[in-house]
């Protein structure tokens, strides 16, 4: 009979990997014993048995037995075939349907001769097994972090043993310099870590930076002095899913001769780094984006989906192509933003120029254009017309009651001390409902002087050869993007696209 073997082990640890090398040798021996002929032995190295998600050779194994490779399977013990009772029924169950048995020879039982309900109990029992394992595993990390216990490798710092870290002095410069970067140049965590792989400053694997890594560094407490513990625990064994464990439930361990840059210092980071998550997260993402001038068109450029800048990029085959594109989509693609537009940079500068040079050419369109905002931006009692009418009424209301009350006094239902007294009172309010009505904008005047205004930054925009991003600046509030390539240029003074 030809036969399949599986075999795994939980870890790569090399008393694990040992045990692996025994289980390869059992089956070999195991085959020849009763006169089978081994097809192939399917292991598993460091996976545990809770899932099938990351057992490449276990799925191997069921797709060789569709191909129908082999007439059995024979497993060790329940355990190593699976740990979770679902995962282990519906393998079993599959590779009975396709009339291949499954051995398992420490329980001596097999999938074809004894019934699913014995096979169901020690499945169960294995994954109470694993359930039971995960706890005490849970438990035993908790002491450690209530004690102290440090990461096996952190940047910055050399580990002594279980609970205690030495500063690296060649890491430890690395770290000032990348919260240097942060707190006093204004840079992001992307352009960190470009500009330590400039300098050939390397990881503690002595690989590149990227922009986790960085970020990793800038929110870690343990570079002020601080060790905190129990972030992290495991909210299900069969799944693995890890959740955030709450502030007040971790163990936070003072290490001031661990610092390696000031409290004041990271707390500064984190005041800039919440600060400009609060700014990406509000709905006016255009609003006051960090600020960069180092391109034309930094930080200028939005993506309309998910509100983040443009970023610079830069090809060269036989020419230099300069573009920009979405930084979202070019970090994780379409994965968190589908936005794939790309803008060619001097093309976009060509169509800016025509686009400021037709606005002064037509001075009545462009009039009528700023009266157009200018009227959309006032709250509606504010606008011109709506409010004349208001005042309007208001005028005659108080007219009439000035009759009124003259009325009354030919009617001798008041004196004359008390007509005066409501005539003054009547007086004063139309005096404030006509300085109201003096004060109301003047739109015409507004046009004129924004007209005025744009029209000399465009022609001195016009003369400039080489324009910077302080000059885009001067007209231009920010350019919206969408993935279809509508490109909005909105200018400075209004909140709405022209």
């Known amino acids: 009979m030809k036969i399949a073997a599986y075999c795994r082990v939980s870890t790569d640890k090399d008393e694990q990997l040992d045990s692996l090398l025994h289980q390869k040798e059992f ?21 545990t048995g809770t899932s099938l998600k990351k057992r490449e050779e276990f799925k191997r194994l069921l797709r060789d037995a569709e191909l129908g490779l082999f007439d059995m399977v024979v497993v060790k013990d329940i355990s190593r075939f699976a740990r979770n009772t679902v995962d282990a029924l519906q393998s079993i169950r599959k590779l009975k349907a396709m009339g291949i048995n499954t051995l398992f020879l ?15 109990l020690f499945s169960a029992m294995a994954q109470e097994e694993s359930n039971n394992l995960s706890k005490r595993v849970k438990w035993g990390k908790r002491i450690n972090a209530e004690k102290g216990r440090v990461p096996q490798r952190v940047f910055g710092y050399d580990r002594i043993d279980k609970f205690t870290l030495e500063i690296n002095t060649e890491e430890a410069r690395i770290v000032r310099k990348i919260f240097s970067l942060y707190n006093e140049q204004g840079l992001g965590c992307r352009t960190i870590s470009m500009t330590l792989n400039r300098d050939n400053d390397k990881t503690k694997y002595g690989n590149d930076w990227d922009a986790r890594g960085v970020r990793r560094v800038l929110v870690n407490p343990l570079y002020c002095g601080v060790l905190v513990n129990h972030k992290y625990e495991i909210e299900d064994f069969l799944t693995g899913k ?4 709450p502030k007040e439930e971790r ?13 004041e210092d990271f707390q500064k980071t984190q005041e800039i780094m919440d600060s400009r998550r609060t700014k990406y997260d509000s709905g006016q993402p255009f609003r006051d984006a960090r600020y960069s001038s180092r391109h034309i068109f930094s930080t200028l450029i939005k993506c309309a989906h998910c509100g983040r800048s443009f970023t610079r990029k830069t090809y060269t085959y ?37 686009y400021f040079a037709s606005l002064i050419e037509d001075k009545d369109i462009f009039v009528a254009s700023i009266l157009a905002r200018l009227d959309k931006q006032l709250p509606e009692a504010q606008k011109p017309e709506q409010a004349r009418q208001e005042m309007e009424t208001k005028r005659k209301k108080l007219l009439r009651k000035k009759d009124r009350y003259q009325e009354m006094y030919a009617n001798e239902l008041i004196g004359m001390a008390e007509l005066k007294g409501k005539l003054a009172s009547v007086a004063e309010e139309l005096k404030a409902a006509d300085l109201e009505q003096i004060s109301q904008p003047r739109q015409i005047s507004n046009a004129e002087q924004i007209m005025q205004r744009y029209r000399q930054q465009i022609l001195r925009f016009l003369e400039l050869e080489t324009v910077t991003n302080m000059d885009m600046r001067r007209l231009v ?19 709405d696209s022209q």
């Open 106 to 120: 420490t329980a001596n039982m097999d999938s074809m001769g004894d019934s699913e309900f014995v096979l169901t």
């Open 318 to 354: 036989v020419n230099t192509r300069v573009y920009w594109r979405c930084v979202t989509n070019d970090q994780y693609t379409a994965e968190k933003c589908d936005n794939r537009v790309t803008l060619d940079e001097p093309e976009l500068i060509a169509e800016l120029r025509k």
């Open 242 to 245: 890890q959740v955030s464990v």
């Open 477 to 495: 509030d920010h350019i919206s993007v969408d993935k279809n390539g509508n490109v909005r240029v909105v200018l400075k003074e209004f909140a």
């Open 27 to 47: 089956f070999t021996q195991y085959a020849k014993r009763n006169g089978h002929e081994l097809f192939r032995l399917y292991a598993d190295e460091g996976i």
């Open 251 to 263: 163990f936070c361990h003072q290490r001031p001769s661990w610092a390696i840059v000031t409290p």
